[in-house]
Every structure is written in structure tokens, then in C-alpha cells.
């Protein structure tokens, strides 16, 4: 791994010293919790402090260019993301190092959602990445049940966060057509060599990700993605999916995905000893849908909706169902100038086969003002709660506040 992030490193500075048009930028965030109360507890002042760091260097030129960024804080542990680029012809462009989520098809849905304000600080007391302003909350509960919104169901995620990868994109041999691969995250765990894969047994097929991209003029765009392995765990089995993202309205646009993984088997011995058994999967199919509606030049209005889909599992011929999950997230914004006004909510619900509906909930409305082109300050209130749960029946809120300073 050592020897991916050098060669990342080394090509970023070559790309550097390349191209000459370069440009550096920096940023910092201070947040914290003014108050808040989790699950009917009294009220409590102050908490989950937090603070970022963020320093990149960009570099372009006519034929390529290189980015590096390095990203942390003085509580946690330091990442970066370094890569170069390079396109000497109309047809083909090459990307080698690491980056975050090339070619993902969640227009709408994911970080385009809330953008920036998601770098706000984590709010106290939640095992789920529960943020002050807007969300990437695990919907339903403070477990790992229900929707992440972080990625969408349905969307093709990209080729994931800091994994060191090889992009090929091939265009403009058909007009509107593109081809992108990927070769991506080999030699990392979780990716090559995990749950028995070894870097030997099909690297090559665990790591490829390939999508057709299609460009209809004044429509739209068509997506179809997938995510290859050899099937023989949960993380190297085929992965497909195919969107849509539609630009002919005036003012609208609207986002449309379908997910689904491969089945496959998994072995496992019983905790009381004895042979193996076999437990077969059925992945859910997954369904997205976004949209962003500009009604004016101040006032717009998004949303979001993700559902998981007729998913089980079979162990001693004994089918169990996984439950149906489906998340609603809403959100308003209004611009005068300076200041922005942002009311979020959303709600889930998590069906199981049999038993009680658990349902989720969170209403978000915050503030950003930036009075200055480097300077930007949020504060704003949360309050969220679950429905259907004996653990933490009751409301939680929680009042943050965060500052960010940007440098160009």
C-alpha cells in the first residue's frame, strides 16, 4: 500500500511541475454543539467539538494536470487524495491514483444534495453519521438498519474513497457515447484480499468496474454501471445498475436509478461446531429517485427518495425476508445574498416480514452566512426521533454551530 500512495505522490508531482498553471487552496472548520438532548435526557451545554483541516494543491495544463489534497484533524488521523491526469487526444483519458467516487451516477442524490454544509460536525450520541446540517443518517434508527443517504440506492457509487485505481474514459468515437473503466483499490484490505479472496484468485475481476455513458442532446443522460467480482463473497459479487438523469424540463432536473447485486452463497460453521453450512443470498433490489427543482433565482426545492426491495436469505431451507426499507428526505432552500435559509426533513420507515414498522424521522432547519468570500458560518437546530423501537423511544435535538474559512 506504502508503495501506491509513492507512485500516486510521485505522478501528482510530476504533474505539477508539467503543467504550469497551478493554484493552491486551504480550508479549516471549527464546529461545536451549543446544546442538546438525546432521548428525552435534560438538556446539556456544549459538546462534540470538532475541527478540519484541508490543503490542496491543483496543477492544469493542455494535455493533463495533477491534484493533491490532504485532509485531517488534530484529533484524527490525516488522508489525502493524489492523483494526475492526462488526455493528449479527444478519445481517450487516462487517471491514475486515488479520489473519491469517479464516475458515481448519483446526481441528485448524494453529496450533491447538501454539498458543503455536510462538512458540519457530527452531533453527540449517535452511531450513525449524523450530521448538524443535512444528513447522511442511517434512517430508521441509531443502528445500521434502514437507508444511508450518503449513497443512494439505486445509484452507482463511483469507485469509492482513497483507493488507489487506474481510470480509463474512451469518447467521442460515437457521438453522445462514453466508456469508462476502472481498475481500482488493488492490494487494499476489504478490496483484493478479503474474506478469503486472495490478491491471487481474481484480483483482476474483484477490482474492474466498467459503465457506458450515453448523452441523449437536450434530453438527458443514460448510465449503466456495474461493479464486477467472482462471486464468492458478499464484497466480490456483480454488482449492476443502470440511471437516469433528465435535463429537458426548464428549471428541473431528475435523477432515476435501479441497483442490484448477484446472488451468492455464503459458508459458515455453526457456533456449536459441526459442518459447514451454506446460507444463499438474495440482495434487495434497490430504487432511487432525486430531484432539484430552481423555482426562482432565490428559492429551490430537492428531494429524495430511496427504497430496498424484496431481499432474503435461506439457511436449513428456512427462508428469512429482509425487510423493505424506504426513505423520504426533503429539502427547501432560500438565498438573499449573504444569508441562506435551509429547512431539511425527512422520514423512513423499515417494514419487516412480520412484526411492528419502525419509523425514523429528523427535521433540520439551519442557517448559512457568508459574509465574506473566505468566511462562512452555520448554525441552525435538529431534532430527530424513532418510532417502533423500545431503545431510545424519545426525541433528541441538538443546537450546532460551525465555521468555515476558505483560501484561494
Do not use: C
Not at 490542496?56 to 493524489?82: C, K, N, P
Not at 448523452?215 to 443502470?242: C, H, Q, Y
Not at 452566512?369 to 435538529?382: H, I, N, Q, R, Y
Request: glycine residues 14%; without cysteine.
Amino acid at each position: 500500500m506504502k508503495k501506491l500512495i509513492a507512485i500516486s505522490v510521485m505522478l501528482a508531482l510530476v504533474a505539477g511541475a508539467a503543467f504550469a498553471q497551478a493554484s493552491v487552496t486551504a480550508q479549516a472548520e471549527f464546529g461545536t454543539t451549543v446544546a442538546n438532548s438525546l432521548y428525552g435526557d435534560d438538556a446539556a451545554i456544549g459538546g462534540s467539538a470538532m475541527e478540519n483541516f484541508m490543503l490542496g494543491v491543483t496543477a492544469e495544463g493542455d494535455i493533463g494536470g495533477g491534484y493533491m489534497r490532504f485532509r485531517g484533524s488534530a484529533s484524527d488521523a490525516w488522508g489525502s487524495m493524489l492523483f494526475a491526469w492526462f488526455q493528449t487526444n479527444d478519445y481517450v483519458r487516462f487517471k491514475v491514483g486515488t479520489g473519491d467516487g469517479d464516475f458515481g451516477a448519483a446526481r441528485n442524490t448524494g453529496w450533491g444534495f447538501n454539498q458543503v454544509a455536510k462538512l458540519g460536525g457530527k452531533l453527540p450520541g449517535a452511531a450513525f453519521d449524523n450530521r448538524g446540517f443535512g444528513d447522511d443518517l442511517v434512517f430508521g434508527s441509531d443502528t445500521t438498519q434502514g437507508i444511508n443517504f450518503d449513497t443512494v440506492p439505486g445509484f452507482y457509487p463511483g469507485t469509492g474513497w482513497n483507493k488507489f485505481r487506474i481510470n480509463a474514459s474512451f469518447m467521442n468515437f460515437v457521438e453522445g457515447l462514453t466508456i469508462n473503466t476502472s481498475l481500482t483499490g488493488i492490494g487494499q484490505d476489504g478490496v483484493g484480499d478479503k474474506d478469503g479472496v486472495t490478491t491471487t484468485d481474481n484480483v483482476f475481476l474483484n477490482n474492474l468496474h466498467l459503465q457506458v455513458v450515453y448523452a441523449i442532446a437536450d434530453v438527458g443522460e443514460v448510465r449503466l454501471s456495474s461493479m464486477l467480482g467472482n462471486g464468492k463473497t458478499a464484497d466480490s459479487t456483480p454488482k449492476v445498475f443502470a440511471s437516469f438523469f433528465l435535463t429537458m424540463v426548464d428549471d428541473l432536473t431528475l435523477d432515476i436509478g435501479v441497483g442490484y447485486k448477484l446472488g451468492f452463497e455464503q459458508a459458515f460453521t455453526p457456533a456449536g461446531g459441526g459442518d459447514s453450512v451454506t446460507n444463499k443470498v438474495t440482495p434487495p433490489i434497490e430504487i432511487g429517485l432525486g430531484a432539484t427543482y430552481q423555482v426562482n433565482s432565490e428559492f429551490s426545492l430537492k428531494t429524495r427518495v430511496g427504497a430496498s426491495l424484496i431481499g432474503s436469505s435461506e439457511t436449513f431451507g428456512v427462508e428469512v425476508k429482509d425487510p423493505t426499507n424506504i426513505a423520504v428526505d426533503i429539502l427547501a432552500t432560500y438565498s438573499l445574498g449573504s444569508v441562506t435559509g435551509f429547512l431539511q426533513g425527512g422520514v423512513s420507515m423499515i417494514i419487516p416480514d412480520e412484526g411492528d414498522t419502525t419509523i425514523g424521522w429528523f427535521v433540520n432547519p439551519y442557517l448559512q452566512f457568508s459574509p465574506d468570500a473566505g468566511v462562512t458560518f452555520w448554525t441552525g437546530l435538529k431534532l430527530w426521533g424513532t418510532t417502533g423501537l423500545e431503545e431510545n423511544p424519545d426525541v433528541s435535538w441538538a443546537i450546532p454551530v460551525t465555521i468555515q474559512l476558505f483560501v484561494n
